[in-house]
């Protein structure tokens, strides 16, 4: 099979026009066509049937709508031609490719719609921003349908973009921030190479300006000034001042000092990081009657200096602070912080043992009284002077109760109470020797009878509530009234310590069990205090190494004497056992029964108690409430509803004076309807009748009216109710037997 071209490629351009509904690509034709009609040509492969049709009686290709080198650049088909008869091929298959051949139908695209970008400020002339891509679908391989071209169209004169790459550069000096932050640039990307009838694409690219330190901090006034009251606390603002930067974020970070003036020291200045303010603080009190005036000299100075911009002039400015100090009323100083005294505890009341001194600082010297403040003084020990203000005792000291007394003395102005001021006034009481020496602790010894004469039974020592500089030094007697008759001798060690001896060999407990030992302690100061102490000395029996046995007298007159521990336990014993047998007698009490009859004659007048509860409306089970009707109401044998009775009950009839029909009839008409209505509830139930017949079947239940009728009642169906009336059975069946007897 040959083709009319004498090429198996065709290249036919893609802009075959829609309106031709039909346009020839190629034509197929075999030798074995003989032009009868015997012969059908057949194509396959890409787009055979849908975007290609062939003649089956001509072998003419025809594409049937516009074609798209973007979408598919080659197609491959296969033709053959066979017998339409039989449907055999005459030929062996034939295949040819279809190439599209390009036309500038896309225009360049941009990556990005929008690009941002930023440089710092103050960038030299082709300092890099950004490069914008922009990509044409056309066949790069054919012409210059690709080929893209960069422009610029606004952002002229600041920034420049190279044609080939669309890099985008600075093109001006020293653009300032300060002045201008943000740019608009439009750039275009044309293929053709830039060429006439090229078609084109445009983006857009926001440039920032970021800021750098060109700018240094400004003062927007020389001098500042400020008033300040003369009380106002340390470290109270006194106020603030703010040079301007036209930087931003750490660029404009300011810090402030105070670099000469006479209030150098007097004033302190600090940096509001939140607002780069500086604020004046007071470093030392303020005195309006030494200095009113001060004058500083405060400079600001960037934190963050680029040594690029060095040129530009000093990173810093300053400016010139007046503060003027305003007189107050001041409360009065004293002439100390704080005032140390000193008196002996045996002055006399009123004695003067020191002076406080306060004034008023202000101009017009104010005059000042004192007071002492009564809540350091509760005990009003120490008053003051007012008008001098001299301290002096009202109440008698003793350094040995109290060493210290701490109190406070207020200052006030006469014409301004309001005005005071306080001081510690600390003093100290000094020690006199007014106290005596005294036992170091209570003394009680005991000597044994076998005792040896000279034989040291006990030490002593003192102690003294007065103070000694050079130490105590205590001298120990016996008291004159026992120091020739006494059974024991005193040995002062002169070390501030005694020993007691024994006198004698044996001591008698039978005839002397204590012995009292007056002692005299006398001190070495002035004046001499001395006291008289008593030692207690018990005669006890003792082992042979001295070991004490009993002191007691009665203990060998009665040895088979019972201790107290033993006593106290027979004591509990005893207690325990009267505790038991009352609880016995009280239960046993408690379960007798007293009868439940006193007097046969009183037994209507008697209420007597079961103490039996029932479980309640829900209780089913406890007794059937059927055997507590009034038998002469019972018609029939009417079962309960609520239960499954165990046993029937029939009551006893008696024998009724009369009749009282209507009553009867009522209340069985009553019983039928509560027995067969369908809402009445399943359980034991109240039901009130308002009617009021001619009389009760029995008569008065009054126990007055019913002596009468004793004879005529019959109480054996009592028995015949159950257990629960067993008693009252008992009860009434037994009388009825002592009236038959």
């Not at 005990?379 to 350094?399: A, C, Q, V, Y």
Request: hydrophobic share 35%.
């Amino acid at each position: 099979m040959k083709t009319r071209s004498s090429f198996s490629i065709l290249m036919t351009p893609r802009n075959v026009l829609m309106s031709r509904v039909i346009m020839g690509l190629t034509q197929l034709h075999s030798d074995q066509d003989k032009g009868d009609g015997s012969l059908k040509y057949i194509l396959s492969g890409d787009g055979a049937g849908d975007l290609f049709i062939i003649n089956e009686n001509t072998g003419d290709i025809q594409a049937t709508k516009r074609l798209d080198r973007e979408e598919k650049p080659v197609y491959i088909l296969r033709a053959q031609a066979v017998n339409r008869r039989t449907g055999r091929p005459v030929e062996p298959e034939s295949e040819f490719i279809i190439k599209i051949h390009d036309i500038n139908d896309n225009e360049p695209m941009f990556t990005k719609d929008v690009y941002n970008a930023s440089i710092p400020e103050m960038s030299d002339v082709g300092t890099f921003v950004v490069q914008v891509t922009a990509t044409d679908a056309d066949d790069p391989t054919y012409g210059n349908s690709a080929k893209v071209v960069y422009s610029i169209l606004q952002g002229q004169p600041y920034f420049s973009v190279e044609s080939e790459t669309g890099i985008i550069k600075t093109a001006l000096l020293n653009m300032d921030r300060e002045n201008r932050e943000q740019y608009q640039v439009v750039i275009q990307a044309k293929d053709m190479g830039g060429q006439m009838g090229g078609l084109s694409g445009t983006t857009t690219v926001n440039i920032t300006l970021t800021d750098v330190n060109d700018n240094p901090p400004r003062f927007p006034q020389s001098t500042y000034q400020f008033r300040v009251p003369e009380s106002m606390p340390l470290d109270s603002p006194v106020g603030r001042i703010k040079a301007n930067d036209a930087d931003v974020d750490e660029n404009a970070e300011i810090e402030y000092s105070i670099t000469e003036g006479d209030g150098y020291d007097m004033f302190g200045i600090t940096t509001d990081k939140d607002t780069q303010e500086g604020i004046i603080t007071v470093k030392k009190a303020l005195d309006f009657e030494n200095k009113n005036l001060y004058i500083l000299k405060v400079e600001a100075a960037n934190t963050h200096v680029d040594p690029r911009f060095l040129y530009l002039g000093p990173f810093k400015d300053s400016a010139t602070v007046r503060i003027q100090v305003e007189d107050v009323d001041e409360p009065p100083v004293f002439s100390r912080p704080a005032y140390i005294m000193e008196v002996k505890e045996d002055v006399p009341i009123n004695s003067v043992i020191g002076t406080v001194t306060a004034q008023d600082p202000d101009a017009a010297r104010n005059p000042v009284k004192y007071s002492v403040d009564r809540h350091t003084d509760m005990d009003r020990i120490f008053n003051i002077n007012s008008g001098n203000g001299s301290i002096f005792t009202s109440k008698p000291l003793d350094r040995e109760t109290l060493l210290w007394h701490n109190i406070t003395v207020i200052a006030a102005e006469i014409n301004n109470p309001k005005q005071s001021s306080r001081v510690p006034v600390f003093i100290k009481v000094l020690d006199v020797n007014d106290n005596a020496p005294e036992f170091a602790m209570f003394y009680e010894t005991f000597v044994c009878e076998n005792a040896k004469a000279e034989q040291l039974i006990q030490t002593l020592s003192a102690v003294d509530k007065d103070d000694s500089y050079n130490g105590h030094q205590f001298s120990f007697s016996l008291a004159p009234e026992a120091a020739s008759s006494s059974n024991f001798t005193l040995q002062d060690n002169r070390d501030n310590t005694a020993g007691i001896f024994t006198r004698k060999t044996r001591y008698n407990r039978h005839e002397t069990s204590t012995y009292f030992l007056p002692v005299v302690i006398s001190d070495n100061d002035y004046p001499i205090q001395s006291s008289t102490e008593t030692v207690t000395i018990r005669v006890c029996a003792c082992d042979h190494r001295g070991k004490m046995l009993s002191c007691n007298a009665e203990a060998l007159i009665h040895p088979t004497g019972l201790s107290t521990g033993a006593l106290i336990a027979i004591l509990l014993c005893i207690i325990i056992l009267l505790v038991t047998v009352v609880l016995f007698a009280a239960l046993r009490r408690q379960r007798k029964k007293e009868p439940l009859i006193i007097s046969k004659e009183d037994i209507r007048d008697n209420i007597v108690s079961y103490n039996d509860e029932g479980g309640g409306e829900e209780d089913t089970q406890a007794f059937d409430i059927g055997t507590l009707r009034n038998p002469e109401a019972i018609d029939d044998n009417k079962l309960r509803r609520d239960i499954v009775p165990e046993t029937l009950f029939i009551p006893r009839r008696t024998a009724t004076a009369r009749d009282n029909t209507d009553v009867r009839d009522f209340i069985n008409q009553r019983l039928k309807e509560n027995d067969t209505d369908p809402t009445a509830p399943p359980y034991d139930s109240l039901a009130t009748y308002a009617y009021e017949g001619n009389g009760s079947v029995a008569e008065s239940l009054s126990s007055l009216e019913s002596v009468t009728t004793d004879g005529d009642q019959d109480y054996d169906y009592l028995s015949d109710w159950g257990p629960r009336f067993k008693k009252l059975a008992d009860m009434y069946g037994s009388m009825d037997s002592d009236k038959d007897s």
